[in-house]
């Protein structure tokens, strides 16, 4: 019984940051930039650190905003980065980004006497202490950018999948490319202050990786990646509470070992199928 009364809480909010991240994870595979979320996230989390240099609450307002500028800011940079011809792959632009942020962000947090408790936590995160007003708040946010994404479905998949087509019909690419990453900024500066680095890049890329082994539409993708997304989550809560082992990192391990049963899976399915 205790079990669920301290975990409640933190399993809802795994369960509203599957349900945005697995959409976006489809989108991130077919686009085969697999560490936007990463660099993305790092680039909130300088924000957080240049917020903290500047005198100000590591998890108050202006932090916020703070990592929100600097999120959106980095999704400019990656639309910049997208031509018709690619002669430099993304995923490099992505690379230096997310190497840039994160020396950055050591650099600052050198200068703050609790700056490797922030890169702790930066990474990991804390998500037991979440509260449920908090969990309200962002999947309010989250609902929007869910609404914003259904409404512009057409357009977000299309560039996904084929952008060679989205340029046959004139569509400004880079435009919605930035609406696009812009959109994931807003989602992933929240999502690091309730889960770290690691835990919302996991629940990004490890259900909707899984989900594609499976099912070939996107709303069949979006039912199974849910259901890991939910499953990794309540068994990432079990093995912290009765191991006694830090959350975050446990949801990873958990979501990670799914993964790896359901590539056998896979794999024994084609087995016997060929």
Known sequence: ??????????????????????????????????FVDLALAQIA??????????GFEHDGAHAYWLSLAFAVGGAGVFSLCRFREQKIPQE????????????????????????DEHIREALVGNILLVQPAEILKVFVLYSVVGFFHFFFRE???????????????????????????ASFGVV??????????????????IPATAAMLFARTIRARLVIGWAIGGAGS?????LSYFGD??????????????????????????????
């Open 234 to 238: 309540l068994l990432g809560m079990a």
């Open 45 to 54: 989390a300088l924000g957080c650190a240049a917020a903290l240099l500047a």
């Open 155 to 181: 357009r977000f998949l299309l560039i996904s999948k084929d952008p060679a087509s989205a340029y046959a019909k004139g569509w400004n690419v880079r435009l919605w490319d930035f609406l696009f990453y």
């Open 92 to 115: 490099a632009v992505i690379g230096i980004v997310y190497a840039v942020a994160a020396s950055m962000m050591v650099m600052f947090l050198s200068r703050s006497g609790e700056g």
């Open 188 to 205: 992933v500066t929240s999502s690091v202050r309730i889960a770290g680095v690691l835990l919302v890049f996991s629940l990004l890329v």
């Open 245 to 274: 082992f830090p959350t975050g990192a446990s949801g990873v391990c958990a979501l990670a070992g799914i993964l790896i049963l359901l590539s056998v899976a896979a794999w024994l399915r084609s087995m016997i199928r060929n």
């Open 1 to 34: 019984m205790e079990f669920f009364h301290l975990m409640l809480w933190p399993f809802l909010a795994c369960l509203v940051l599957a349900g945005i991240h697995c959409y976006l994870g489809l989108h991130v595979l077919e686009r085969q930039v697999v």
